[in-house]
């Protein structure tokens, strides 16, 4: 099994739907992140969180929430999808004594 | 403001070549990552350089960590096409955390047949 796991992996949905991805991981790490990915643009930071009790806005939040159920589980919600939130998500692990980050294998959302 | 700027953009060699790509900044970092990026996955942790005047090998692959740490570059030798992909720097600004890193936009290698 992967150390990082998103699901979906696709989802298409449509605009004004909430729609909720989901992390969860076994490598035992504090740190999660949630990042997207758009062509030209790179990755960009949405939410962050060092503990079930800490979570932090990245660089764009807005139009998204975030909860740490555990410490291995962190998902990302889109309360009300609009198309240009259409993107690759990653979902990434780090620990707090470390550099590095691990990915998951990314959700592929589409907003119609 | 592109804090991480890699270059170049796109790059197509053929197979058995040597390349090199850059990832330059005007701000200092206390550490700074590569990773490899296969299309459908997420990015993997290939190297992190910490001190300036850093050079890391991985097999074919040299990293290096430029003295002042304001850049890097990645260098490949005999490029095999299970090299292609997408190269990302990312780095964690001087003063910052090791946890927030700020990413390039990368560097798409395809190397042909």
């Known amino acids: 099994d992967a150390d990082v796991t998103q699901t979906p992996r696709n989802r298409i949905t449509k605009t004004g739907k909430r729609i909720m991805l989901e992390c969860s991981q076994t490598k035992g790490h504090d740190r999660m992140y949630w990042y997207r990915q758009d062509p030209g643009l790179g990755l960009r930071l949405i939410y962050y969180?060092?503990?079930?009790?800490?979570?932090n806005k990245g660089e764009i939040s807005d139009g998204y929430s975030v909860s740490r159920q555990a410490q291995a589980k962190f998902s990302l919600s889109l309360e009300s999808a609009i198309p240009n939130q259409t993107a690759l998500y990653f979902c990434?692990?780090?620990?707090?004594?470390?550099?590095?980050?691990?990915f998951g294998s990314g959700t592929r959302l589409t907003v119609v | 403001t592109q804090l991480l700027k890699q270059s170049p953009q796109f790059l197509s060699i053929q197979e058995g070549e040597n390349l090199t790509v850059y990832c330059n900044s005007s701000?200092?970092?206390?550490?700074l990552q590569w990773y490899r990026q296969e299309p459908g996955e997420g990015p993997v942790l290939l190297v992190t350089v910490v001190t300036g005047g850093e050079v890391k090998k991985l097999k074919r692959l040299t990293f290096q960590f430029g003295d002042a740490r304001k850049d890097s570059s990645l260098h490949i030798t005999a490029a095999q096409t299970g090299d292609t992909g997408l190269y990302l720097c990312a780095g964690a600004l001087s003063g910052g955390s090791n946890y927030k890193l700020t990413f390039g936009k990368g560097t798409l290698l395809t190397v042909n047949p």
């Open positions: 701000s200092v970092f206390s550490s």
């Open positions: 990434a692990t780090s620990h707090s004594d470390s550099y590095g980050y691990t």
């Open positions: 969180s060092f503990d079930v009790k800490d979570i």
